[in-house]
């Protein structure tokens, strides 16, 4: 299922805290180590406290880091409203790997509005993109560590990425706290076995 493109632009959403500029920082060194281009853009907002986070990663580009509305080929979405926040970034018939477990912003949890259905967010998605999605939270707490869902959805984008599953494992390997290697290399091949299917 690996991309045969030598370039991919994907979009990373999520929010403050859930890992999305580290998956992004792996991403770009990976695509270093082999060769590539790397363009990147990252948009913060309010990211310390919860608030939306999206970045960009243009692997084998060698224009600017922006990705032109609707052309991106995948997104990685590491929480389901984010995805749809996003969604015009990503060409029709792109890849979207989305996990389905919600963080519920303030608004949310103190009942002034309420949180759309996980289930109905993919199946909007399912009319125009290629959709995975999946508890990656499941999946973290499978490998030992709540904190590896970033690494989980990374090894789930890993599929369709024009970069090396064994470049993207030494860059991990190279790139977190050491006593948490082994954990995110569960991690990572947790996140990768739903792609496999």
């Known amino acids: 299922m690996t991309s045969n493109l030598s370039n991919f632009d994907l979009v990373i959403a999520g929010v403050g805290g859930q890992g999305a500029v580290k998956v992004s920082d792996i991403i770009g060194k990976a695509a270093v180590s082999e060769g590539m281009d790397v363009r990147a853009a990252e948009t913060h907002g309010m990211a310390q406290r919860g608030g939306s986070v999206v970045n ?52 949310v949890t103190s009942g002034q509005c309420t949180y759309p259905d996980p289930q109905e967010i993919v199946a909007s998605l399912e009319k125009d993109y290629r959709v995975v999605a999946f508890d990656a939270v499941a999946l973290a707490r499978q490998a030992g560590n709540m904190k590896t869902l970033n690494v989980v959805m990374l090894g789930a984008i890993s599929s369709y990425l024009p970069i090396p599953e064994e470049t993207l494992v030494e860059c991990i390997r190279n790139m977190v706290p050491p006593k948490t290697i082994e954990t995110n290399l569960s991690a990572f091949r947790l996140g990768r076995e739903t792609t496999r299917q």
Request: with cysteine.
């Open 56 to 107: 960009y990663v243009r692997v084998g580009c060698d224009l600017g880091s922006l990705i032109p509305c609707g052309s991106a080929q995948g997104m990685l979405a590491l929480e389901p409203v984010e995805a749809m926040r996003y969604i015009s970034d990503v060409a029709k018939d792109g890849i979207v790997v989305m996990n389905t477990s919600p963080i519920y912003p303030v608004t």
